[in-house]
């Protein structure tokens, strides 16, 4: 089965006052291409000999789509975003010339908005975000209250005496 998924991410611009986001977007000849390159190639790569015995019929786009307008229609009414967009809207210092968003999760030179979610991820993590974005929204939350940071406590935490063990 053909699936493709794209997400662009967020363009910091002049001022870092405007913010652009684009989560899908099939803008240009140049997306519609590679789109259309991806499909061409991954036919290739499961016509080869190797995959003979798994290979049964193709079920997206399906062998009747095979002209250039044919492939872009099917992306155009297909192709969709399969991960959960982050690090959209950088949070660091304001005098990071890439932040989009402070410590305190307001947005850098935009009065009362503020950005709560895993879009002001730095850097994307190598898990769900489930988790992540919750203690994002609870820290939020307590910034926006104008709570005090929790206080470290001295609790212990189990540690495997082999790594046999920790498996």
């Known amino acids: 089965m053909l699936f493709f998924s794209v997400v662009h ?4 611009i002049k001022l870092r006052v405007y913010l652009r ?7 240009t ?11 061409k190639l991954t036919r290739e790569i499961f016509a ?4 003979e015995k798994f290979r049964g019929p193709e079920i997206q786009p399906g062998n009747h789509v095979q002209s250039d307008k044919e492939i872009d229609t099917f992306v155009r009414q297909k192709a969709d975003s399969a ?6 809207c950088k949070m660091g210092q304001p005098s990071d010339s890439t932040a989009v968003v402070d ?3 307001k947005v850098i030179g935009i009065e009362n908005l503020r950005v ?3 879009s002001i991820m730095p850097s994307v993590v190598s898990g769900n975000l489930n988790a992540p974005t919750i203690m994002i929204a609870e820290k939020a939350a307590d910034i926006i209250k104008g709570l005090p940071s929790l206080q470290e406590k001295n609790v212990p935490v189990y540690k495997p005496k082999t790594l046999e063990t920790q498996r």
């Not at 991410?9 to 910091?12: A, E, L």
């Not at 986001?21 to 803008?27: A, T």
């Not at 991960?83 to 959209?88: A, E």
Request: proline residues 5%; glycine residues 0%.
């Open 83 to 88: 991960y959960h967009p982050s690090c959209t």
């Open 48 to 51: 080869q000999k190797a995959f």
């Open 29 to 39: 000849e140049r997306d519609i291409w590679e789109f259309r390159q991806c499909v």
């Open 116 to 118: 709560v979610d895993a």
């Open 9 to 12: 991410s967020v363009c910091i």
């Open 103 to 105: 410590p305190q999760t």
């Open 21 to 27: 986001l684009f989560l899908f977007s099939l803008h």
